[in-house]
Structures are given as C-alpha cells and as structure tokens.
C-alpha cells in the first residue's frame, strides 16, 4: 500500500468517502488509487473554485466533511475564495494539496510556491506529510482537526514521493469527537435571568442554532419571554418553511440592521458574532449593537448549540409551544418579471424538501419572504462573502443529497466566477435547478457606490459596474457545458420554466431576464 | 483629492495606464476616481484570474507594467495562480488589493481574512497604505519596484478609508531604474575563456535574453565559436520568425531535455535558471545538467541581458554574421485534423507580427516548428506551470498592442480555468483569434499518469482524466460571451476559419476538434 492508497483509504475508514478533485501530474498517485479504493467518490471539477465550494456545500449538507484534492500552490489559490467562506461559514472540510517530491523541492521548479504560507490564512490545522508511513495517521488527525467543533479546513500537503512510496503502517481511522461539549449551567441561567427581566431584549440565532432542533428551542423562548427572534444575515444552512418557526434575518444594509436592533437592551447570541455592519460607510458605525444594549453569549460553534437552547427553553418557557410558519405560498404570478414576481414564482413552485442556495445577491432580497410558508427546505448562503460560491455550493449539496432537489438561485456578476460548476452538475447528473437573475449589472455595486459616498459615478466608473456590453448569454453557456436551459421573460414563463425543471431530474438553468440594473 | 484619486494620478504620472480590474466595494472610490484620471484605462474581468492574467500580458508586450485592481483576499486569491505565472516571468506589476477601512478591521466582518499573508507568497514588495497623505508615495515606490530590475510583482492595499479620505500631499511620480546594471567585464571574460576552450558547450537562453537584440547576439557567438544556442522551455516572451536567429527550446519532459543536454561539459546561462525537471519522476533526476558538465552564469535578470550578450560576441565572434531563419511556410494542409495539420494550419496563416500565447500543451507540440519561418511574430508560454494563463494573457496583450494580432493557442483543460476572459475581448473589441485544441480530455495527465509509475490507471483514475463527458461546446461558450466563434473538423476547414478570424478585426474563437485524448 503505497501513501496515496493509505490516505484515501484512511479518508474513507474515517467517513469520508467525497473527494471533489482538480488534479494534475503530482496528484497521479492520489487519482491512481481512487480504483484501490473504489468507496471513495472521486467529483471532478474544470476548476479548483467549484471543488472547494462543492466541498464547503456538500458539508453543509451531508454533516460531515468532504475531501478536495488540489494541485499545488497555484490550485490552491483558484480555490481559495471559496476555503474562505468555509472558514468563515465552520464547514468541516480535509483539503489535500498534492506538492512536488520532498527531494525536488529544493530546485525550484516552475510550479513552486509558498503552500504553507497560503494554507494558513485560512486553515484551523495544516500539515505536510513527510513520509509515506506517516500519511495515514495524518488523514485521520485532519479528519478529525476539520470536524472541531466548531468544523474548519484541515490542509494536508501530499507530496508526490509519501504518495508513491510504500508505507508500512497501513491506513488509520480518526477519532473524531462524537458531539461538543455543553454549555454550563450557569451560563444558561445567566442568559434566563437577562430574558426574565422583562427589558427589551432580541435572541440573535446563527450557525448550529439554525436547525430544526434550535429553532423549535428558540422559537418556545421567543413565546415564553417576548424575545424577538433574529438570525444571522448569512447563515450557513437555515431550516425554514411551513411547519418550522419563521425567522427574519439581520438585514445585510447596516441601516437596516441597526432599525432592526433599535431599543434593544440585551442582545443574546447563539452560535451567531456579534452584529458588525459588512463594510464600512464613511460617517457610519462598524459596530451595530445600539449604545445601552448588552450582547450576552448563550453559545459559540465550540458547545452543543441544540442543547443550550434546548435547556434555555425548559428553563424560561417550559410549556410553551412554538410558534410555527403556517402552509402558504404565493399565487402563480403573471405579468412582468420583477424582483416581487420573481419571488412569488420560486415561492409558488418550490418542491417539498428543496435545499436552496442562495447567491442571488439584490436580485433576490423578494424570494425569502416569498418562501417563508412553502415546504419544508434548507437554505444556503454565503457566508464568506466571496461571491461565486452558489453553483459550486449547490453542486456538492447535490452530491450530499441526491433524493433532494437542489434550487441554485444565481445573479449574473457572481455567475461568472465559477460557472465552470455546471459541467460537474452535468456530467454527475445531479438535480440541479439553477435560477439565474440576469440584470446585465454589479446592481449591489451600483448601490454601494452611492452609499459610500462615491456619488453616482462618471462614464468610467459606471463602465465597471455593468455587464451589459455584451450581453451574456447564459442558456448558450449553460448549453455549452452540457446543461438543458431555458430563457424566461416574463412570470409565467418563470413559472412554467421552474416545472419543467422540477419536472426532471438532472441539471436544468433558467435564465430570468430582468430589466437592467434592477435588483 | 483623495487617496483614490492621488493613487490613479500617481500611477499615470508614473507610465502605468491600464488597470485590469475586478472591483466591489471596498473599491468604490478608485472607481470613481477613474473619472476624475481620464489617463487610466479601465478593463474589467468578469473574474480576478482574468485581470492578473491580462496585466501579465500585458507587460510582456508593453514592457511596462500594468495595475490589477482586486477586492480584498478573496478576491486577491482569485488572481493568484496568474500571479504565481507572472511572478516566475519576472512580469512587472502593480497589484492593488482594496480592504476595508483601517477601523473596520478589528471588528472581524465576513470579508476579513489575512491579505498579507497571501500577498507574501508572491510579491517581490508589499506594504499597506495606512493613511491618504502616503498613497502617492506608496504607490510610486510600488511601481519602481515592478520595474526591478529583476521585474517584479508590487502589492499594495488600499485600505477604503485610506482611498476616499483627502490627501494633502497630492500624486507622485515613481523615480524607477532606467535600465540595469552591466555584467562585470570580468565575468563576460571567463565565458569567453569557457567558449574558447573547444569543449562541448550550450548557451541557455532565457528571460530577457529572447528578445532580437539577445537573439542576434547569441547567434553570432554561436556562429563563432560553435556554440550550441538553447532557448529555456517557456519563455516569457520570445521574438521569432524569418530573419530572426531561430532557436531551439529546451524539451519540458525530461528525458527529452536530457538528450538534448548529453555530452555538454559547459552550460552558460543567459537570464535563465539551471535545468530542472517539471516534476519529479521517481528514479529520475532532478537535475537535469549532466554528469561533468560546469554551470555558467553570464548573466541574471538583474543585469543588463542584451548588453552582456553583444559583449561577449565583440569579444568571441566580432567579424560574425548571424544564422537567421529564413522565410518559409508550411503548405496549407489538407485532410484530418491531427497535431501536425493543425501546426501546419497555423504556420502557414500566421499574420505578419502576430503575439502567439501559447496554452495549447500536448495539442500544440507541432506548432512551434511550423511557424519558425512564418512572419517575424512573439511567442509567449506559461511561466508558472498555472494553467489557466493563455486566454487572459492574450487579452492583455491585445490591450498593449491594439495594432497587433494576438492568436491564442489553447488547450479544453486549461482554457476552462479563465474561459472569462472572452468577455473582456469582446467588450473592448480586442483582435485575438483563440484557437482552441478540443481533444476531451486532460491529455497531458493521461502521459503523466505513466511516467509516474502509476500505471494506465483503472476506471476511476481515468475518468479524473477525461473531458468526454459532456463534450463542452465552446463555440456555445464564446457566443455566450459575446465572441464569434466556429468549429473546424479538418485541416481544410481550419485554415478557412483562421483566415476568417485574421480578417476581421476582433475577437474570434475556433474550436479545431481533435480526435478525443489526441495531443
């Protein structure tokens, strides 16, 4: 068994057994052996962008991590948005880097470069393997280094030479942690006590709190207390829909988010940062807790977020039932594409069980609100802010979730960073029903140009913001990389074009045409 | 005028008038500004590989640099494969990374993450602007430490703050090195005692050292003391053609470059580094100078090439006239498209001082020899080994060279990491005829998966290696993009659809379909 055996084997006895890949000459060794061990699931993907972000929505979905394999620095580096929103989102993840020979290193050839300075930035543990018979001990330590809690990326350097040589020790299975630990008693009791004063106070929900379990704790919180119940602007994967509490977000707008949080005295956060505005704006706070208001922390990512809810609940509102989103959806809109009709269409027509990733940026600000009462389903978003993470997300939540329709909802501009996704949704068949909004704009840009006090911007400034010379055309694109697609100008063809895809399984792509720059 | 504008006044005044930009946010006001700096030519990419690719070449034709704008790390790793490239070219660049406000950053929003560490992994200088009234200064310090010599990649944050806050100081204007110091006469004096000993000796020419002055000077040493002429296996830009000294290039495999190199006791290097092999292959060297053989160096890049190279021809070969390449053209080829038609194909239409970027890989091992008697023309390969390099690189050598026509050699695998490009060609109507080498598959692992020792690979390993499924249709995926575009089956229709696309001014595609894991 040679290095690159006892690794994917190692990843497999450790279940993982998704490997999304993008590999060239050192990795040789690594792909040989995917038919060593046929349990692991070798994705390919045409850029390393759409692996690392199908491993971050496969994660997402699945509970547990995938493998990606990358070819050296470089490869690396084109996955390196999307590792940030993993990191920024604890999505568990083992990302092995294949690197030159331990003994070619010292000449410098053309592809070498600082892996470990770039695996840092974003990495909760890193090691190269040095030595075939240590790669299997390795991958299990990463296993279990990427599952935490809270979950991060695991970078394990693979050089070429631990791949092909022999090891003598055989593959390894991790030890992972089985559940985090609890969160005191005192703490819970403290953040009792603060409900329990009867001053204004909001219970700020991210992360691990966002499931069904957590918000059906949080949800009896807000009826026994009077809370007002937020989640995080961006969370990693939101359970909604009829049947489960409804739950406004934090607005992305920091002057929305502060009218949100207005009067409050106690901000209770669970699993979630305390509220910081995405950006700066000249004259404006980064820090959006208003003055009075005490941020109290129920639990991080590093405790059983479920379990402290769940004991808070008991504690504060023992026989509370929950208050739950009732069955609802938007009539089938007619008429115009818009962003409200946009909504209503997605809204009217999302199939029971959906997992819905989101990257429809201002485009979609209508299709929460148009959901809220519609099956059951997951949503994604991106939690990094590095935009062209939806079609690779999606795609690897495909893989995680292959019985469940997958919703991709698309802008344009982000569209364009890692369509490459597509072909891997094509040529894995996975249910895939991408929603692309097309403004022919960076329309988020255009309304931040203004609100950072840039003004409306001359010619020049303006020609960086559209995307409307030439026009894109994304069904021949979609068409191009083996995707059915289709174009939809108006509500009803929305509607008709979302049951033709649900219709059938398998990747489809709608193109939503929208007047310019609206979103 | 603020840090924005003074940053943009100061690249003008300093020569660097093109910026290649992917902007968000952060950026808003050096966007605006651009209204404010006429001077500056905006050129924005759909994605940040395709804005450092275009500023890679982009100065390899101008030789001057060009700016990249780029929006915090995510955004920086986006474009750090084409900067890993640039960075073994020696290209220089002023890369400019916006990042949130000084005071924002301590507050940890989604965006944050470590700029500096992975400015580190590639820059040549580094620094972070931290007020407004030093971005004139900073960036004239950048830009003179682009020029180098050796070139290299400058890395400047533009904290937001820091750009829209006024500056007292006004712009700059960067006081760079004109031109490099000379090689010691000394040294020049022991390579030509080394040439003049009658051993078997190579010249390995590389970097600056390809140019018509290097070439010409090389080939009279040559001429005069029997020297053999070897051109380094990707140069960044090397001038060629009828009437230029013709120049064989060291083989990327490297048992073929080993061959090339047997029985030479002495190796000058010309602005090129000691030959390595690509990647390491078990039990084969590294090093690929022969046993006995004495390495020379004449000259670095950070010394005057062409000055050292003509001082060493007075000095071994003053009354020599060059060998130079003479005029001749493959006939147009007929009947099935192979890798040798395809070569003759592009011999025997290469428009008079064409800029070849060559991706092409495998598929275009033939198109070197058919074009060494084509119109005098540059030639510029992969510096890096990132794949993903050609098509960006070409779009910024057309924007350096508007009169000029770029053809742009590219292979399916590597075309799909920055297939992006083909936006910004058709926005800023850019004459650059890609020819892309469909063969289906990632042709070169497939050689590799073998000479690795890993055998053919089973089921698994192959289908990592393989493009088949689906074919990608590129000419749906530069329609998508705005770019005409047509399919070539046989060489006949090859040659038709390369005298269509030199024709007309701007952007073509030609997708030339070779029979699948051809190349």
């Known amino acids: 068994m040679n290095g690159g055996q006892a690794l994917i084997r190692t990843l497999v006895d450790s279940g993982v057994d998704v ?23 070798g994705v390919l993907a045409l850029f390393e962008g759409v692996a690392t972000g199908a491993a ?52 410098d050839a053309p592809l070498e470069s600082d892996i470990a300075g770039l695996a840092e930035t974003f990495s909760s543990w890193y090691r190269c393997s040095l030595r ?75 992360g691990k709190a966002l499931d069904a379990r957590g918000l059906l704790a949080a949800a009896r919180i807000a009826a026994g207390t009077g809370a007002r119940l937020l989640g995080e602007t961006f969370p990693a994967n939101l359970e909604r829909g009829a049947g489960l509490p409804a739950l406004d977000r934090l607005g992305y707008l920091a002057e929305f988010a502060q009218a949100q949080l207005e009067g409050v005295r106690h901000l209770v956060t669970v699993d979630a940062l305390s509220p910081v505005s995405f950006f700066a704006y000249p004259g ?20 059983d977020v479920s379990a402290a809810l769940e004991a808070l609940a008991e504690e504060v509102a023992a026989d509370e039932e929950p208050a739950l989103a009732q069955a609802l959806r938007p009539e089938r809109p007619t ?6 009709t946009f909504g209503a269409a997605v809204g009217a027509t999302l199939p029971e069980g959906a997992i819905v990733v989101d990257e429809s940026n201002t485009a979609g600000l209508f299709v929460a609100g148009a959901t809220a009462g519609a099956p059951r389903h997951n949503w994604l978003t991106l939690t990094g802010g590095a935009i062209g993470y939806g079609m690779p997300s999606a795609t690897g939540a495909a893989v995680a979730a292959p019985d469940r329709p997958v919703v991709s909802l698309e802008a344009d501009g982000s569209a364009m960073y890692t369509f490459q996704a597509l072909w891997t949704q ?45 026009t894109i055309d994304f069904v021949a694109l ?42």
Not at 446 to 461: C, D, M, S
Not at 496 to 507: I, T
């Open 478 to 519: 979609a068409s191009g990389l083996g995707v059915e697609a289709r174009r939809a100008t108006s509500a009803e063809e929305l509607v008709a074009a979302l049951e033709w895809a649900y219709a059938e399984h398998g990747p489809h792509l709608i193109e939503a045409v929208l007047p310019e720059g609206l979103g």
């Open 56 to 107: 971050d929505g496969y994660a997402r979905v699945a509970g547990k991590p995938a493998a990606t394999l990358l070819h050296l620095g470089p490869g690396l580096g084109n996955g390196l948005a999307n590792l940030h929103n993993a990191r920024r989102g604890h999505t568990p993840m083992v990302n092995i880097v294949g690197d030159h020979a331990t003994y070619h290193k010292r000449y």
């Open 132 to 206: 075939a018979e240590d790669v299997a001990d390795d991958a299990a330590q990463a296993v279990a280094a990427a599952y935490g809690p809270p979950g991060g990326i695991a970078t394990l350097v693979l050089p070429a030479d631990v791949s092909w040589s022999e090891s003598t020790t055989g593959p390894a299975a991790a030890r992972h942690r089985q559940g985090a630990p609890l969160v005191p008693a005192a703490d819970i009791a403290e953040v009792a006590k603060v409900l329990r004063s009867g001053e204004p106070t909001t219970v700020l929900l991210g």
């Open 19 to 41: 490997c999304f890949a993008n590999p060239g000459t050192s990795e040789m060794h690594f792909v040989a052996a995917l038919d060593d061990v046929p349990e692991m699931r």
């Open 426 to 470: 094509a040529r894995e068949r996975l249910d895939v029903t991408t929603v692309l909004l097309s403004n022919r704009s960076y329309a988020i840009l255009n309304l931040e140009l203004g609100r950072v006090g840039a003004g409306a911007g001359g010619p020049a400034a303006q020609r960086m913001l559209s995307l409307a010379d030439p």
């Open 284 to 303: 404006r706070p980064s820090d959006l807790v208003p003055a009075g208001c005490t941020v109290h922390v129920l639990a991080t990512g590093r405790a």
């Open 335 to 340: 008429g115009e594409l818009t962003m409200a």
